[in-house]
């Protein structure tokens, strides 16, 4: 499965962003997905992430309550609406399939990311 991930830009602290992630190739309903992002300097990190039904859903600590993860498999898309923006959001958001964890090793296909920079 191909993944392409859309949507970023810049955004003022206190923003909102929503990023899409398209599957092509296979059928997005088969597989879990994830967010990750990855920060200039700093290790890949996982964001949020969605069982294959969308019955299910986590999320890292520091995007509670501010990041929602969403699916439409009619689309082959997954969504990641991202409220409150920091500058600490900044990083480059990937989307990831095989799983609904925090585990990167769990995740069999990856896209290519979309830069988010949120100003202060």
């Known amino acids: 499965v191909q993944l392409q991930a859309s949507g970023g830009g810049l955004v003022q602290a206190g923003g909102s962003r929503g990023l899409s992630c398209v599957a092509s190739g296979r059928t997005l309903s088969s597989y879990a997905m994830g967010w990750f992002r990855q920060a200039p300097g700093k290790e890949r990190e996982f964001v949020a992430g969605?069982?294959?039904?969308?019955?299910?859903?986590s999320y890292a600590d520091s995007v509670k309550g501010r990041f929602t993860i969403s699916r439409d498999n009619v689309k082959n898309t997954v969504y990641l609406q991202m409220n409150s923006l920091k500058p600490e959001d900044t990083a480059v958001y990937s989307c990831?399939?095989?799983?609904?964890?925090?585990?990167?090793?769990?995740?069999?296909?990856w896209g290519q990311g979309t830069e988010v920079t949120v100003s202060s």
């Open positions: 969605i069982s294959s039904s969308g019955g299910r859903t």
């Open positions: 990831a399939a095989g799983s609904l964890y925090s585990s990167a090793s769990n995740y069999n296909y």
